[in-house]
């Protein structure tokens, strides 16, 4: 049996974030100005203070402007939606990320409704998860589509593939699903109360992992030649005299590249692309704002 190969998302997100870059560059000379993202972060939850740096850093180098709201944890609920209503109006502000998870006093549901759906380049929205559930163009939440743009490099059609997520979060599984029934494939999702996981599995030409539990799904699981595409992030416990303990997914990752056709590993998958896309669907965001036709497809 071969090696399963390996899908480098690593990869695929830089010549993405160059595409971006790209678009950015002809979005500032048709517009006179760079497209916008602002992130706001309440709290300091220190897992969440890194990703925002991230996605700061990732869209200065893409050519876009980006705006930082820092909130104390203790911030209303009203002073929170202020700022997103005085973001909607900001003619400088495309896209709008409020970084989850919130403080608890706080209702995630009516902040994310408080987001102008034109502006909700997360995707979670219900506007925009109601158009991507009935075929209309929106914002897709961006790991999910990035796994799809995994997926279509690697396989070209999926027409009439059987694919089973596992998994069906609103921000990850769902979309998931959709994305593949809209591409032909014959979707499955799995979840926590599905009957014989295994079995499920064991049918599918393209599987999504997307639960959050340490090497899950197992090679023996796994249809010779599936394509895997693993989502989970998870942190082993330390190894003895180690402070941090490694980070897996959710697919046993050794096991199973002894019978996928082709796998995402953790790091280095999934995870660089949802930033690239996050990136994309500002600038997508920044074109429609203005009115301009954007050159649809090219990224
Ligand atoms: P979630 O907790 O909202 O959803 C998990 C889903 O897994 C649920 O729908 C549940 O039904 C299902 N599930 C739980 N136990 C199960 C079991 N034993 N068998 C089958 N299904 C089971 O999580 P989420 O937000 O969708 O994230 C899932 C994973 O993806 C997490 O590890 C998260 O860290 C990771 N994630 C990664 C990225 C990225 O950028 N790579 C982005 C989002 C989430």
Redesign the pocket.
Known sequence: MSEAQVIDGKAFAAKLRERVGEQAAKFEAASGRKAGLAVVLVGEDPASQVYVRSKHKATVAAGMESFEHRLPADTSEADLLALVEQLNVDPAVDGILVQLPLPDHLDEQAVIAAISPDKDVDGFHVTNAGRLAVGQSGFVP??PL?CMMLLTDRLGDLSGLEAVV????????KPMAQLLLDANATVTI?????KD?PGVVKRADIVV?????AE?VKAEWLKDGATVID????RLPPAEGADKGRLV??VDYAGAQGVAGAITP?PG???P???AVLLRNTVVAAFRNEGLDLPEGTI
């Open positions: 961006c790991t990035g596992i998994g069906r979060s609103n921000i990850v599984g799995a979840h926590s109360r599905t996981l992992a997307a639960v959050g539990r899950m989502v989970g992030i998870n997914g959710d953790v998958g999934v995870g692309m949802t930033i």
